[in-house]
């Protein structure tokens, strides 16, 4: 098994918060465009374009005849995984480790995309596991794929 190492990793932390604005406008608005992105990113719109163009390559992003942007499968499960890792770093950093809540926000956004399949399970396994109780409630998920499909947002992180 070859194993990757942070600078072998496909997704940039830029490229993550392009597909988590995307995925978060979709859902608080039922579309995206590339001057919605560009507006909540504050970035301007050829340099979203070029990073939706860059999405569209690695089959992430989909763009219909009207310029309306979706995630594709692959982009939904990228997504999923990313806002349960986030999650699951927040709750380890702030309740296991106790950083202070804004770090452990901060911080887990930074880690998030960089967690490997195999390190994202053993995560969860052990914070579901964990002797202390967690103000999240990781006993309602069989697994870890159970925990990442639940993801819709940052629902389970609190501001």
């Not at 390190?119 to 052990?126: A, C, E, G, N």
């Amino acid at each position: 098994m070859k194993i990757q190492h942070t600078h072998d990793h496909e997704l940039s932390h830029s490229m993550v918060h392009y597909l988590l604005t995307i995925h978060k406008l979709r859902e608080v608005h039922g579309y995206a465009r590339v001057t919605d992105i560009a507006k909540d990113l504050n970035l301007t719109k050829g340099s979203v374009s070029t990073a939706i163009n860059n999405l569209k390559k690695r089959e992430l992003v989909q763009e219909d005849e009207n310029k309306f942007l979706s995630l594709t499968s692959s982009g939904h499960q990228e997504v999923h995984a990313i806002l349960s890792s986030k999650t699951l770093l927040y709750y380890f950093l702030r309740d296991i480790l106790g950083v202070e809540g804004e770090v452990a926000h901060k911080d887990s956004c930074l880690m998030e995309h960089l967690l490997s399949p195999e390190t994202r399970v053993k995560l969860f396994d052990y914070m579901k596991n964990h002797s202390e109780p967690l103000s999240l409630d990781l006993s309602l998920y069989e697994s870890w794929d159970d925990f990442k499909n639940s993801q819709r947002g940052d629902t389970h992180l609190e501001e």
